[in-house]
């Protein structure tokens, strides 16, 4: 009867673990995808800042701020929103520091 029960319980807790299993990948592999999606974006950000001929009108306009808008800071969105021309260097600091900002809180640096 021991053993019965034992067996039991261990066909139960394979069961278990065989369901608990790939769900815990997922959740891992998720998240490493997440990671990298969030690093590549932010590459493309400071590539296009990095351009010889960045300019903040156009920069504001392009994909890449679009996918970046979100996590800057509501001042500094604000301030390139705001923007009407020029090749404004102090905001391009700004832009680049809130850029590390958001990489040291995604734990990416």
Not at 21 to 32: D, L, Q, S, T
Not at 79 to 102: A, P, Y
Request: aromatic share 8%; net charge positive; proline share 1%.
């Amino acid at each position: 009867m021991g053993m019965i029960i034992s067996a039991i319980i261990g066909l139960i807790c394979g069961a278990i673990g065989s369901l608990i299993a790939p769900w815990v990948n997922w959740g891992i592999e998720k998240k490493k995808i997440r990671l990298e999606q969030r690093k590549i974006m932010l590459q493309h950000v400071r590539g296009e800042l990095n351009k010889y001929n960045w300019n903040i009108v156009n920069f504001k306009y392009s994909v890449e701020y679009s996918m970046v808008k979100e996590y800057l800071d509501i001042d500094i969105a604000k301030l390139i929103d705001d923007c009407k021309s020029g090749n404004d260097s102090e905001l391009k600091n700004k832009i680049l520091n809130n850029i590390t900002r958001i990489q040291h809180k995604w734990g990416l640096i």
